[in-house]
């Protein structure tokens, strides 16, 4: 193993990925690595399979080709035992948050610890609240979830993330449907637990300008493979015309803003066409 | 012509992939090694949940049942001088068949679709995923206590259904119309039989509760995680279960008392 490739937690070489229930391609021959303890962000137009790739990741999906390498694991390979001891190393925090809502805020984050650690209660709750604070939801954890906001409820479900000290932690789309001050918030957060806590992190997310204050990597995705990587200031001064139409946000370019369709005057003209042979 | 075949076939190919992905599921969530520390309290949860909630729709259509049969029995029974007979005629149907049959229904319709849209939500708001995230088997964390609650808590129902149900045909046939008392219990009991009638009940109510809360399961667990996918699959919870405690209704007591 080169030192280069021990930088990297994560590496996927030529996947190829459709869902069984669709003929619909997602990637084709997408390769990338995710260098260790660094925050890598990956953008790409909606739709384009951002979350699907967390979860290869994850192992909740298989990809048709390809291999996904996780701290030298292939994780499509291993068995399902083995493939629970790897999660074990990674989280998750979903853009819903997707805490449980039969639990109060205090044992959903206490759940990984309990189904995962021996720890007696009283090392649980000081560990618990300890993510708490890290995440300035201290007070709220006698709360149920569906009495926090959208804001908190992100936040409480990062502290159930990092519960158990995970070595990567993948955001999907964290910064979606916040208000200003709690994308500040999670922004913050997101650098200082990468920093503090040694974690690497993976930011699937397509508000660029959020994202591109705190990654250290950034991965464009488009068209079922990546068309673009490098540090925040490369891709910046980059003369792409397609990086520069994703960073600067325009309608239109080389991503259409249409979907696929004949032109409109090809569209009116043929119906006019259709009723006048009709009528 | 041509399309209309090809439905047709996916329409039973994708029947039959169901069936297989709910037998898969089904024994994903049963084998394993048993974790009783975890597992018992979730059971008990669920008991709560399943069972215990759906007691108040239970003793009241029980009562109301037994007291409908206490009165078309006696109005049949008492032409032939027969009404001493009510005893047995109402036990015998509650215990064979209106027990097991109409708790399996109520219990489709009031726990069953319950559990379809608990865990069809589950899923939609990732919870399910995020279980799996981390490293915990939603199958032996969420389906497997849920399937135990409901097969052990619907003969339990069954029993409590056809119990309530004599009661209140002792109270229209008795109480009411005026049956001899001493009758209608000792000819209830010289006809009822431990083996014949009350185990086959229960029999018929595991049977019931394997089926229906299997269905609910599975429809919540492999719903389309959407607002109309859920709801779909509750409605398909209800009517998928109440035909097949129906028709296999009809398969146990041809085998039984055929």
Redesign the interface.
């Known amino acids: 193993m080169t030192s280069a490739q021990m930088d990297d937690l994560i590496v996927i070489e030529n996947l190829d990925f459709a869902h069984s229930y669709g003929a619909h391609q997602v990637y084709k021959g997408l390769s990338l690595r995710i260098p260790r303890g660094k925050i890598t962000a990956i953008m790409g137009p909606s739709g384009i399979g951002k979350t699907t790739l967390l979860?290869l990741i994850?192992g909740?999906l298989k990809p048709q080709r390809g291999t996904i390498e996780f701290a030298g694991y292939n994780i499509p390979e291993l068995s399902r035992s083995h493939l629970?001891?790897q999660?074990?190393r990674?989280?998750?925090l979903?853009?819903?948050g997707?805490?449980?809502?039969d639990m109060s805020v205090y044992d959903n984050i206490a759940?990984?610890l309990r189904?995962?650690s021996k720890l007696s209660e009283e090392i649980i709750e000081t560990i618990v609240l300890m993510k708490l604070e890290a995440v300035g939801l201290r007070g709220a954890r006698h709360l149920m979830p569906a009495e926090l906001s959208g804001g908190m409820a992100r936040r409480a479900a990062l502290a159930r993330a990092i519960a158990?000290d995970p070595e990567l932690i993948m955001y999907d789309e964290p910064f979606a449907g916040q208000d200003p001050i709690s994308m500040g918030v999670i922004v913050k957060l997101i650098k200082s637990l990468n920093n503090s806590l040694g974690l690497t992190s993976v930011v699937v997310t397509h508000d660029v300008a959020e994202v591109l204050t705190i990654a250290d990597k950034v991965v464009i995705i488009a068209d079922k493979k990546v068309v673009a990587e490098g540090s925040p200031e490369e891709l910046k001064n980059s003369d792409d015309p397609l990086i520069h139409q994703f960073l600067s946000g325009e309608a239109d370019g080389p991503v259409p803003f249409h979907y696929r369709a004949p032109s409109l005057a090809e569209e009116i003209l043929g119906a006019q066409q259709g009723e006048s042979h009709a009528g | 012509m041509l399309d209309r075949i090809a439905g047709l076939g996916k329409a039973v190919l994708d029947s039959i992939a169901g069936a297989g992905q709910a037998m898969v599921m089904l024994l994903r969530a049963l084998i394993g090694k048993p974790q009783l520390r975890k597992s018992w309290p979730l059971l008990m949860q669920q008991m709560y949940s399943v069972g215990v909630l759906s007691l108040i729709i239970i003793v009241v259509s029980g009562l109301f049942i037994g007291m409908v049969l206490g009165l078309q029995g006696y109005t049949i029974l008492v032409d032939f001088g027969a009404e001493q007979s009510l005893g047995p005629m109402v036990a015998l149907s509650l215990l064979r068949e209106l027990g097991p049959v109409v708790t399996a229904l109520l219990f489709a319709g009031r726990a069953g679709s319950a559990l379809t849209a608990e865990i069809g939500l589950m899923k939609a708001?990732?919870?399910l995923?995020?279980l799996?995230?981390?490293?915990?088997?939603p199958l032996r964390r969420v389906i497997s206590p849920r399937f135990w609650a409901g097969f052990y808590s619907m003969p339990l129902l069954a029993l409590i259904f056809s119990a309530v149900g004599i009661y209140g045909g002792y109270l229209v046939g008795v109480r009411w119309l005026g049956v001899d008392d001493g009758a209608f219990w000792s000819v209830m009991q010289a006809n009822v039989e431990w083996g014949q009638d009350i185990l086959n009940g229960i029999i018929k109510s595991l049977v019931f509760a394997f089926v229906v809360t299997w269905i609910a399961l599975h429809k919540g667990y492999h719903c389309v995680p959407t607002s109309v996918g859920i709801s779909r699959a509750t409605t398909s919870t209800v009517v998928t279960a109440s035909l097949a405690v129906l028709g296999l209704d009809f398969v146990l007591t041809a085998l039984m008392f055929g």
């Open positions: 979860r994850g909740q629970y001891e999660r074990k990674m989280s998750m979903f853009q819903s997707a805490l449980f809502t759940f990984p189904e995962h158990l | 708001t990732e919870q995923s995020s799996e995230m981390m490293a915990v088997d």
